[in-house]
Structures are given as C-alpha cells and as structure tokens.
C-alpha cells in the first residue's frame, strides 16, 4: 500500500519545501488557530438546518494539523483534487476543511502560505521535495505531473515543450 501524505511530518525537509513552514513551527500555527477552527467546527455542528444531532455522524477524516496542511498545499498548488489524492481523502473532504480553514488562515500569522506559487515555483519546489518522500514521492506525482513534470525510467524529466523535447533532470 502506497502512503498519503497525512505522514508527510516524517519528512521535514519535504514538509518546508512543500508548505512553506517547519513542521514545528506549523505546529505551533496549528495550535494558534486550533480555537477558531473548534468554534467553526461547533457553529457548523449546531446549526439548524442539520439533519443529525451535534456531535453525530462520521468523524472528521482529516485531522487539524492535515486539514490545515492539506488546505495550504491546494491554495499554494492550486489543485484541490490532486492534493486530495495524496491525502487519501475524496475532494469534497477537502473543499469542506478548504472552506472551513481558509478564513481562519488568512487572519493568521501565515496568512502568506495561502498565496498561490506560480507555474515555476510549483514545478521547482516539487523537483526538491519528491526526492525526500519515500516512493520518490508516490502521492504528489500526479501533482507533479499537472505541474509540468513527467516521470522517467531514467528520473524526472520535465514535460517538453511544443516541438521540442524534454531535458532530464538531476536528482
């Protein structure tokens, strides 16, 4: 069974090439914003129009620390269901942890890991990452891909541009 990207803090160099922070100090964003989130969490529980009673139904699939990770990398990426992929959760999974955090993000200290990277700086920081992560990188290779990079029996080759070909790239 191949891994999601829910253990992703295993890698810390892969975590801060990728999400823009430490682990540690990720953490600690984590716990800052962790009131807010209780009380969106709360308010959305409790509201009328919800057909179960608060605290019924399914548990969250992704925790705080990989809702908000998660929800860093679709806005940094700009790709919800790929990232979804990698975190072995469905896009609506993430849409909802997207809706919920990105608010209480933005009022946050880092309100600047939601900036979106730009085509170069997506497929850059991706060729840094995917060599950390085991499996090469198994969960983020259909990110990479949409970023422009394409996987090689030779290593990761970037995708060619029209009429030319593509150029390897060193590990």
Not at 47 to 60: D, K, N, V
Not at 75 to 90: H, I, K, P, S, T
Not at 110 to 115: G, N, Y
Not at 125 to 152: I, Q
């Amino acid at each position: 069974m191949r891994s999601s990207l829910c253990d992703l803090t295993d890698y810390p160099v892969a975590f801060e090439i990728l999400v823009g922070l430490p682990p540690h100090d990720f953490a600690t964003l984590v716990e800052q914003i962790r009131p807010a989130a209780d009380d969106e969490r709360y308010r959305r529980l409790a509201r009328e129009s919800r057909r179960r009673a608060p605290g019924a139904g399914r548990r969250p699939a992704l925790g705080l620390f990989d809702a908000a990770s998660a929800a860093v990398l679709a806005a940094r990426f700009e790709d919800r269901c790929e990232v979804a992929l990698a975190y072995g959760v469905g896009a609506a999974t993430l849409a909802r942890a997207c809706r919920a955090l990105h608010p209480i993000l933005a009022s946050s200290p880092a309100s600047h890991l939601l900036i979106p990277l730009s085509a170069a700086d997506r497929a850059d920081r991706l060729l840094r990452a995917l060599p950390a992560l085991p499996d090469r990188g198994w969960p983020l290779r259909r990110l990479a891909w949409r970023s422009g990079l394409v996987f090689g029996a030779d290593g990761v080759v970037r995708r060619p541009e029209a009429g030319g070909g593509g150029h390897p790239v060193d590990d």
